[in-house]
């Protein structure tokens, strides 16, 4: 089997980003963003999502965490289409619920090729470390966006903003984990590509 590994940097005006990953390594990594909330939900997504994950970026933090937020999605989008190459053997699609107190969150993955969000943050509109559910869809949207990943994100019960976005990255993480797995021969997909 090909390393599934990839180093991937974006330098904006705004960001500057670097992040490696490696699906088939030991679990454990690291967040700096310079945004303590980010890196904690990155963090999430680390052990969680059972991977071999380094993340430093910085960015315009004096404006707001939404480029950042943004630009780190994109990199890992980025970073896990190189790590997949032809996606072959993967398990490709994942669903998880994750509670956390008060909140429960459910994603669906699927690893298809063809990027699509369904994210609505309405009604959760507080503001946790300077990060809200708007930062989050960005987040999600960028990777979905340039990993070829279609997710759907429901929240199905919460009040906390704190608590929706934790659990929200932890079901994201959880679908990561069993998505990428390798579980067959060949690509999963009547069409031979994704």
Same mark, same amino acid.
């Given at each position: 089997?090909?390393?599934?590994?990839?180093?991937?940097?974006?330098?904006?005006?705004?960001?500057?980003?670097?992040?490696?990953?490696? !699906?088939?390594?030991?679990?454990? *990594?690291?967040?700096?963003?310079?945004? $303590? #909330?980010?890196? @904690?939900? =990155?963090?999430? &997504?680390?052990?969680?999502?059972?991977?071999?994950?380094?993340?430093?970026?910085?960015?315009?933090?004096?404006?707001?965490?939404?480029?950042?937020a943004e630009?780190?999605?994109?990199?890992?989008?980025?970073?896990?289409?190189?790590?997949?190459?032809?996606?072959?053997?993967?398990?490709?699609?994942?669903?998880?619920?994750?509670?956390m107190d008060?909140?429960?969150?459910?994603?669906?993955l699927d690893?298809?090729?063809?990027?699509? !969000?369904?994210?609505?943050?309405? *009604?959760?509109?507080?503001?946790?470390? $300077? #990060?809200?559910? @708007?930062? =989050?869809?960005? &987040?999600?949207?960028?990777?979905?966006?340039?990993?070829?990943?279609?997710?759907?994100?429901?929240?199905?019960?919460?009040?906390?903003?704190?608590?929706?976005?934790?659990?929200?990255?932890?079901?994201?993480?959880?679908?990561?984990?069993?998505?990428?797995?390798?579980?067959?021969?060949?690509?999963?997909?009547?069409?031979?590509?994704?």
């Amino acid at each position: 089997m090909m390393s599934r590994y990839a180093a991937v940097e974006r330098n904006t005006n705004e960001t500057q980003i670097r992040v490696t990953l490696d !699906l088939d390594a030991a679990v454990g *990594g690291r967040a700096e963003t310079g945004h $303590g #909330f980010l890196d @904690h939900m =990155l963090e999430q &997504l680390i052990r969680h999502g059972r991977l071999a994950l380094e993340v430093e970026a910085q960015g315009d933090l004096h404006v707001d965490v939404h480029h950042l937020a943004e630009d780190t999605g994109i990199t890992l989008g980025q970073a896990f289409a190189a790590a997949l190459g032809d996606r072959s053997g993967i398990e490709r699609y994942a669903s998880a619920f994750v509670p956390m107190d008060e909140t429960l969150a459910h994603v669906v993955l699927d690893l298809s090729g063809r990027p699509f !969000l369904a994210f609505s943050p309405e *009604g959760f509109e507080g503001v946790s470390g $300077g #990060f809200n559910a @708007h930062h =989050l869809r960005e &987040l999600l949207r960028g990777f979905c966006n340039h990993a070829g990943a279609t997710m759907h994100v429901r929240i199905l019960a919460g009040t906390e903003t704190h608590h929706v976005c934790e659990a929200v990255i932890k079901a994201w993480a959880r679908c990561v984990a069993t998505a990428t797995r390798i579980t067959t021969e060949g690509l999963p997909s009547t069409k031979g590509l994704l």
